[in-house]
């Protein structure tokens, strides 16, 4: 369930997809998303879709938006934005979630097998 506050929704369909296409940024860039910099240079080492791992649709879980509509008298129409905020909830979610099932708190994306691991093993060791 991705909920979220929009004002009116001027174009429902678009509104519900512009909340799944966020919600599926954010958990790509809570989980998956690493672009690295060679330190010395600056260049992009993982420039191509080969070395720079997104989200495909196998990937993806269902998700259902849920539209809230409080009028915005601010807002054209009643309506606010809702382009960023889908992308801004699912890496912190996610992140909260992986603590209160491993006990490890993490502060860098993305979470991924080998930083459950590290982290693991930092808990342990400790």
Same mark, same amino acid.
């Given at each position: ?17 512009? /909340?799944?296409? *966020?919600?599926?940024? *954010? ?8 672009? /690295?910099?060679?330190?010395?240079? *600056?260049?992009?080492?993982? @420039?191509?879709?080969?070395? =720079? ?7 993806? @879980? ?7 509509? @409080? /009028?915005?008298? =601010?807002? @054209? ?9 889908? =992308? $801004?909830?699912? #890496?912190? #979610? ?20 080998? $930083? ?7 808990? $342990?060791?400790?």
């Amino acid at each position: 369930m991705a909920a979220h506050d929009v004002g009116k929704a001027i174009n429902l369909l678009a509104t519900e997809n512009q /909340i799944e296409g *966020g919600a599926i940024q *954010g958990m790509g860039f809570g989980l998956m998303e690493n672009q /690295i910099f060679d330190k010395d240079t *600056g260049i992009c080492v993982n @420039p191509n879709l080969v070395d =720079y791992k997104v989200f495909t649709m196998k990937d993806i @879980p269902e998700i259902h938006p849920l539209v809230i509509e @409080p /009028i915005d008298p =601010y807002g @054209p129409f009643g309506a606010k934005g809702v382009g960023e905020p889908p =992308y $801004s909830v699912p #890496a912190p #979610a996610l992140a909260n979630a992986i603590y209160n099932a491993i006990g490890v708190r993490f502060t860098e994306l993305p979470i991924n097998i080998r $930083s459950v691991l590290d982290g693991k093993n930092r808990v $342990s060791k400790a």
